[in-house]
């Protein structure tokens, strides 16, 4: 049996988008995967980036890191030190950075604290369920009736979506042990 390719995987030839609105989504799409792609650059190899973007609407976008002053400053006098006052908003915006990704980290561990608490409470009531003599909801799949079914349907897709999501984070946990200096 052929197998259907999806629109994730097809190649499209690079042409100009003329609908313009086609164009417009297309432009934030791919901003904000640039935006995000570089400052993955700036957290992995600690550079000082800037970029400037005119939509096709012809609206300014910028991102610089770690300011604009001290980007613009480098690029045009690539081989001389930093002002002072240049330097000190450079020191002052890396760590307002480093402050907010700590809290989103921190907010990240909290809410996967709360998902894997959750999950347990779920199982123990599913226990519980069981040693009390009553029948799970989703025990039997035969003996479902036929409003039943959609809803086991949603939570069944659900289920799996979570544990692949679970299992590709635990591999890539596995995988960047694995690979941290030190360990063999």
């Not at 002053?69 to 450079?90: C, G, W, Y």
């Not at 003599?133 to 939570?155: H, M, V, Y």
């Not at 591999?171 to 694995?178: R, V, Y």
Request: aromatic share 8%.
């Amino acid at each position: 049996m052929e197998s259907k390719k999806t629109r994730v995987r097809q190649t499209f030839p690079i042409s100009k988008i003329d609908n313009q609105r086609i164009s417009d989504v297309t432009f934030f799409n791919r901003r904000s995967s640039l935006y995000r792609m570089t400052n993955e650059l700036v957290d992995f190899c600690d550079v000082d980036v800037g970029i400037v973007l005119f939509s096709p609407s012809n609206n300014p976008f910028s991102f610089f890191h770690p300011t604009s002053e001290a980007v613009i400053e480098r690029f045009l006098n690539p081989n001389s030190q930093l002002s002072e006052k240049t330097r000190l908003d450079t020191d002052q915006a890396r760590n307002k950075v480093n402050q907010l990704n700590n809290r989103l980290d921190a907010m990240e561990k909290r809410i996967e604290q709360i998902e894997e608490t959750k999950y347990a409470q779920t199982l123990l009531q599913l226990s519980q369920t069981e040693e009390n003599g009553e029948r799970s909801k989703w025990k039997s799949i035969d003996q479902l009736n036929a409003n039943e079914i959609p809803t086991f349907k949603a939570w069944l897709r659900t289920t799996v979506s979570k544990m692949n999501y679970r299992l590709e984070k635990l591999e890539n946990e596995a995988s960047s042990l694995k690979n941290a200096p030190g360990t063999s």
